[in-house]
């Protein structure tokens, strides 16, 4: 299949905010995989020209309601303003997509502080500064929300060059579980989805040829993901097909260790 499937309605009526969706990844697929199943979307990003235009280009769709607003997760007052603007803007927030995190490649030999730091401040504390605002936002609202937070395969495997990457997508597995059963009680669930490789510009880029070809032949299907097939997972963890599915990390591959 090399397009995402027909809408089937999963989230019409609700309000959702998706975090680092600017540009061509995960986070814009979601946001896109939303709309079309009727939510109405927040996004947001830290890169400002980016995100203006991810917001200008899911306008066009039809019948699309979308709203922007810039926020850094590493910073408490921002994450705060993005729930205040996507409240003010939509009346209430339905599902929170944590999306936001930070790569790079550094053997633990050369690591310094400061990328051990980067990457678990953006990836790991980036997505529980919105999990907690979130929960206490469904808290106020008086309704059951749902949080979808985005790990990763390499939380399970191991990868050289990652340690700062697969130690923060671990502790997002772990967030996400005992999260969940803290929120509970409000009736509010937290899952995660677990990519492994997903295939978009930016990581092209960034990603040597035969790291990618390493990276591919793992794969069942031979091939990378295209964003919209995480999407897909994301939303079936928004939706009310999983009302009795919390503290659980999908993992959108086979590599589910």
């Known amino acids: ?142 309704n059951a929300g749902v949080v979808v937070n985005n790990a990763s395969v390499i939380g399970w495997r191991a990868q050289a060059g990652q340690a700062h990457y697969a130690a923060a997508k671990a502790g997002v597995m772990a967030l996400t579980r005992c999260a969940a059963l803290d929120a509970a009680p409000l009736g509010v669930r937290i899952n995660a989805v677990a990519p492994s490789l997903v295939m978009h510009e930016n990581l092209a880029k960034v990603t040597s040829d035969e790291l990618l070809a390493e990276l591919t032949a793992r794969e069942a299907f031979g091939r990378s993901a295209q964003p919209w097939e995480v999407a897909n997972a994301v939303v079936f963890l928004a939706s009310d097909y999983s009302t009795y599915l919390t503290g659980e990390v999908i993992s959108v591959s086979n590599q589910h260790p």
């Not at 979601?30 to 927040?42: C, D, F, P, Q």
């Not at 995100?51 to 309601?65: D, H, W």
């Not at 944590?98 to 051990?116: K, P, R, V």
């Open 1 to 142: 299949m090399t397009a995402p499937p027909p809408a089937h309605g999963l989230l019409v009526g609700k309000t959702a905010v998706v975090t680092a969706a600017a540009g061509t990844g995960i986070g814009s697929a979601v946001a896109r995989r939303m709309l079309a199943e009727g939510a109405r979307v927040l996004i947001s990003d830290r890169h400002e020209r980016r995100l203006a235009a991810t917001r200008a280009e899911l306008a066009e769709l039809p019948g699309a309601e979308i709203a922007a607003v810039a926020c850094d997760v590493t910073d408490e007052t921002q994450v705060q303003r993005m729930f205040d603007a996507a409240t003010s803007t939509f009346g209430q927030v339905d599902v929170v997509v944590n999306n936001a995190g930070l790569g790079g490649t550094a053997s633990i030999l050369d690591m310094t502080d400061e990328q051990w730091h980067r990457v678990l401040d953006v990836t790991l504390n980036g997505t529980f500064r919105c999990t907690r605002a979130a929960v206490r936002l469904f808290r106020e609202q008086g």
